[in-house]
Nanobody, 117 residues
């Protein structure tokens, strides 16, 4: 089982990135997918979720700026991050949750997003 996140980088405030997370070894269509982030010194926080039926939900801090989507044919979940702010700086992790489980996991290795002011 592997979740490979990519797409992070260094951008200026107001900029955009598209994060990707390619899943392998799981039955993708039977998993809800999510993005979390962790800034230095902070706990990991939830960012967005997309259900197996493509129903989305967002943390208030990113609502209107971030968009989560999934491509079941490619076993990939995306996070389009727009109008970035310095406080969005964090390592972004993707995660999967089976429709048969209450717990998130497996987790990807994370991709760093750094927003300069």
């Amino acid at each position: 089982v592997q979740l490979q996140a990519s797409g992070g980088g260094l951008v200026q405030a107001g900029g955009s990135l598209r994060l990707s997370c390619a899943a392998s070894g799981i039955d993708f269509v039977r998993h809800h997918m999510g993005w979390y982030r962790q800034a230095p010194g902070n706990e990991r926080e939830w960012v967005a979720t997309i259900s197996r039926d493509a129903i989305t939900d967002y943390a208030d801090s990113v609502k209107g700026r971030f968009t989560i989507s999934r491509d079941n044919a490619k076993n990939t979940v995306y996070l389009q991050v727009d109008r970035l702010k310095p406080e969005d700086t964090a390592v972004y992790y993707c995660a999967a949750k089976s429709i048969y489980s209450n717990n998130w996991g497996p987790w990807g290795q994370g991709t760093q997003v750094t927003v300069s002011s």
